[in-house]
Nanobody, 123 residues
Framework: QVQLVESGGGLVQPGGSLTLSCVAS????????MGWYRQDPGKERELVAH???????NYVDSVKDRFTISRDNAKNMVYLQMKSLKPEDTAVYYC?????????????????WGQGTLVTVSS
């Protein structure tokens, strides 16, 4: 079983900064792409930032130049540094990873999600 656990959410004032962390644990061979998504109540979950196994990144337009995604492959971790936070960034943030693991004699690829961490931007 593979698990993702996020941390670092909380309450921050507009213009402030916050860093989210996510660690993968369990039995797997490797982690491919990783990403951060967010979801506001009543809205669909949206991709915020994505990082490939090679380190290539992409961001939703609304967070470009404010958020930075990075990963530490040795620690099986992915981070999201958030600066200049705005009230509209308020949401539950979810970590996502595509991992490869053995199932019997074959390698399977699956998508895993964390439980989410709440980020509230408010004065």
């Amino acid at each position: 079983q593979v698990q993702l656990v996020e941390s670092g959410g909380g309450l921050v004032q507009p213009g402030g900064s916050l860093t989210l962390s996510c660690v993968a644990s369990g039995s797997f061979l490797s982690i491919h792409a990783m990403g951060w998504y967010r979801q506001d109540p009543g809205k669909e979950r949206e991709l915020v930032a994505h990082i490939s196994s090679g380190g290539s990144t992409n961001y939703v337009d609304s967070v470009k130049d404010r958020f930075t995604i990075s990963r530490d492959n040795a620690k099986n971790m992915v981070y999201l540094q958030m600066k200049s936070l705005k009230p509209e960034d308020t949401a539950v943030y979810y970590c996502e990873a595509v991992v490869a693991r053995m199932q019997g004699l074959t390698v399977s690829v699956l998508e895993v999600w964390g439980q989410g961490t709440l980020v509230t931007v408010s004065s």
